[in-house]
T-cell receptor, first 112, second 114 residues
Framework: DAKTTQPNSMESNEEEPVHLPCNHS???????IHWYRQLPSQGPEYVIH???SNVNNRMASLAIAEDRKSSTLILHRATLRDAAVYYC?????????????FGPGTSLSVIP | NAGVMQNPRHLVRRRGQEARLRCSPM?????VYWYRQLPEEGLKFMVY????????ESGMPKERFSAEFPKEGPSILRIQQVVRGDSAAYFC????????????FGQGTRLTVV
């Protein structure tokens, strides 16, 4: 499985932007970059995904480096509700059998 | 469109009993994944199923654990002769075909073995 590397923890002030980095230097050309997050005592929830181009949705933006070896999840204005563990995951197209494997993720704290 | 439904949300079992955890995927999804999360730890992949088939069970303990996803009805994760170390949150996710599709998670079943 292609690996990702994320910082263990990050802090942000409320209402400020947050940039969560992810390195995936062994990414293959057909791997999609997915982000999920897990709020305390809840199941993980999908945030965003992309292949090559930057992506925006109502929750966040995903900026993908030109060489695709890294990406950044951007929360434009952090709220207390955004305090969660954020997971960066690669999902491949090599075979039709694919499982979503979680690393340790980044624990984001939001300071009021 | 209802999300992924897991039941029960909380389950208490005595040591040696059986635990059955149910997962109804989102409508139209034929892929189901089970994960276990021990207290203060990360999500660990257990098993990946498609309708009537186990595709990957590399994360399942070799004994006492089994999973199925029948043609009709929910996916079931079954734990026989539970021990205290089985106490954890068990999450189910579903997706449609394709690695570019997102997986949707249920709220989990919190199993407590007393």
């Amino acid at each position: 499985d292609a690996k990702t590397t994320q910082p263990n923890s990050m802090e942000s002030n409320e209402e400020e932007p947050v940039h969560l980095p992810c390195n995936h230097s062994t990414i293959s050309g057909t791997d999609y970059i997915h982000w999920y997050r897990q709020l305390p005592s809840q199941g993980p929830e999908y945030v965003i995904h992309g292949l090559t181009s930057n992506v925006n949705n109502r929750m966040a933006s995903l900026a993908i480096a030109e060489d695709r070896k890294s990406s950044t999840l951007i929360l434009h204005r952090a709220t207390l509700r955004d305090a969660a563990v954020y997971y960066c995951i690669l999902r491949g197209r090599k075979t039709s059998y694919d499982k979503v494997i979680f690393g340790p993720g980044t624990s984001l704290s939001v300071i009021p | 469109n209802a999300g992924v439904m897991q039941n029960p949300r909380h389950l208490v079992r005595r040591r040696g009993q059986e635990a059955r955890l149910r997962c109804s995927p989102m409508k139209g999804h034929s892929h189901v994944y089970w994960y276990r999360q021990l207290p203060e730890e990360g999500l660990k992949f257990m098993v990946y199923l498609q309708k009537e088939n186990i595709i990957d069970e590399s994360g399942m303990p070799k004994e006492r654990f089994s999973a199925e996803f029948p043609k009709e009805g929910p996916s079931i994760l079954r734990i026989q002769q539970v021990v205290r170390g089985d106490s954890a949150a068990y999450f189910c996710a579903s997706s449609s075909y394709g690695q570019y599709t997102e997986a949707f998670f249920g709220q989990g079943t919190r199993l407590t073995v007393v």
